[in-house]
């Protein structure tokens, strides 16, 4: 899975594994940093979502093979320790940068050099040698990542989450466009990590394309699921009854943050078009929204209630507060259909959690979806975010109700495929050729 993407013939292909000459070793320990999220921190609220789920697994089975994992992370509030252990060889490290609480993400730019002072200062009590590698998450911690690497002499691998050319290229109506200044800092870091890790062979060739990244640094690795978690358990009938929701109710699902791009509201004018196709549905339909306001849906938190009841469907629709990872399961396993109408989306992690727990998806044809998801098989891709076109894939669901057990069936097979073991040591195979080129470059110099 983590295979090297090569420019072949003009076009981004996969070539065989790289086998590396000489001696290489997988590193001992890893410092990994996430500035703006702590992988302490509830997803589905602020700035927590998949990527802090995408670290706590990553961080959790590396260890298991024996690569011991320290994350650096931004405290957020006052009087927390300075190390927590997350799991055996798993450390969190919080470091002092900026007021604990009201920096919004937008303001981070102007902490990362007392980010970086906090990860030094940690470094520094330390004997020589005590990281192998740096592992960075999204463009601020690429930034710190790559004056660490440098100081440390160790080899810096980034992964981005989510691009700003990227986003801006697929903005919602009315979402405001990301910086220029995040643009020539990804640019930036794309320059001087070692080994760039992408999500899918869709956002390697972006890296290239939009980025000038070479290809040979650039390495598919599909983020995983905990199957242990999300797994099908005791049907859909049981998740219902300990949400509380109707045995026999339609229930399109919408997880997670509550902001443009995630476009919830797409969800919730296709509902109302389907009540005004068919208002017999009105008294077996349940919509929760399970999430929080996030990113550019923090300056409207309200917005999402005050629509529903614009549109006249807010007695179907249900807002839920975030939920730890066990009781998300249960939603997923209560829900007819996820939906998920992402303007952008790296991978989606969201949709293979919920095919693991047998919950088809319908989810618009971006970013990593169209990998995450086997379009007619395990869920429908909608291509674009009309409603209309959402209404029509959700209408299968009420017109076919055995199609939840049928697709939910393939889907959970689908997602099987998808386990954290594998992409840990696909990752650990992707750190051991950065340490390996590294310490080659490091002898020719000074050779």
Same mark, same amino acid.
């Not at 990542?145 to 691009?163: D, I, K, Q, Y």
């Given at each position: ?27 001992? #320990?890893?410092?990994?940093?996430? !500035? ?10 602020? *700035? ?35 190390? !927590? ?10 470091? *002092? ?120 640094? !650039?390495?598919? !690795? ?59 549905? #009105? ?91 086997? *379009? ?72």
């Amino acid at each position: 899975m983590s295979q090297y993407v090569s420019r072949l013939a003009g076009t981004l292909a996969v070539p065989p594994r790289l086998r590396l000459p000489g001696h290489h070793r997988r590193p001992r #320990r890893v410092a990994m940093l996430s !500035v703006h999220t702590s992988p302490l921190h509830q997803p589905g609220t602020g *700035d927590a979502g998949g990527m802090n789920v995408y670290i706590v697994e990553l961080a959790r089975r590396l260890a298991a093979i024996g690569v011991e994992v320290e994350i650096f992370t931004r405290a957020t509030t006052g009087g927390l320790p300075q190390a !927590v252990e997350l799991a055996p060889g798993v450390l969190v490290r919080h470091v *002092d940068a900026g007021p604990y609480e009201g920096l919004a993400k937008e303001d981070l730019p102007a902490q990362l050099c007392a980010f970086t002072h906090g990860v030094m200062r940690a470094w520094a009590g330390h004997r020589p040698g005590h990281y192998d590698l740096v592992h960075s998450h999204y463009w601020l911690s690429g930034h710190v990542g790559w004056l660490a690497a440098e100081r440390w002499g160790v080899p810096l691998v980034h992964a981005m989450h989510t691009m700003a050319k990227v986003k801006n290229a697929a903005l919602a109506d009315g979402d405001t466009p990301e910086p220029a200044a995040r643009v020539i800092g990804e640019t930036q870091i794309v320059e001087a990590a070692d080994r760039l890790i992408a999500n899918t062979a869709e956002e390697a060739g972006e890296l290239v394309r939009h980025y000038g990244a070479a290809p040979a640094k !650039v390495a598919v !690795v599909h983020p995983g699921v905990n199957l242990d978690r999300f797994r099908v358990a005791d049907g859909r009938s049981a998740a219902r009854a300990r949400l509380g929701l109707p045995r026999d109710a339609v229930i399109p699902l919408f997880a997670g943050r509550i902001q443009p791009l995630k476009a919830p509201d797409v969800l919730l004018r296709a509902v109302a078009l389907l009540l005004e196709e068919d208002p017999s549905l #009105r008294s077996r339909m349940v919509v929760p929204i399970v999430g929080g306001p996030s990113g550019s849906g923090l300056a409207k938190p309200e917005g999402l209630q005050k629509l529903a009841a614009r549109l006249g469907i807010a007695d179907v629709v249900q807002f839920r507060p975030p939920v730890a990872q066990d009781r998300l399961a249960d939603w997923f396993r209560a829900a007819s259909v996820l939906v998920m109408p992402s303007h952008s989306e790296s991978f989606g992690l969201v949709a293979i959690e919920a095919q693991a727990t047998g919950t088809p998806v319908v989810a618009a044809a971006v970013g990593g979806l169209p990998v995450a998801v086997r *379009d007619g098989r395990t869920g429908f891709l909608v291509a674009g975010h009309d409603p209309a076109d959402y209404a029509r894939a959700l209408r299968r669901f009420v017109d076919d109700p055995r199609l939840t057990s049928r697709m939910g069936a393939a889907a959970a097979e689908h997602a099987r495929s998808f386990g954290w073991d594998t992409a840990a040591s696909a990752t650990a195979e992707v750190y051991t050729a950065a340490m390996h080129e590294h310490r080659r470059r490091v002898r020719s110099h000074h050779g």
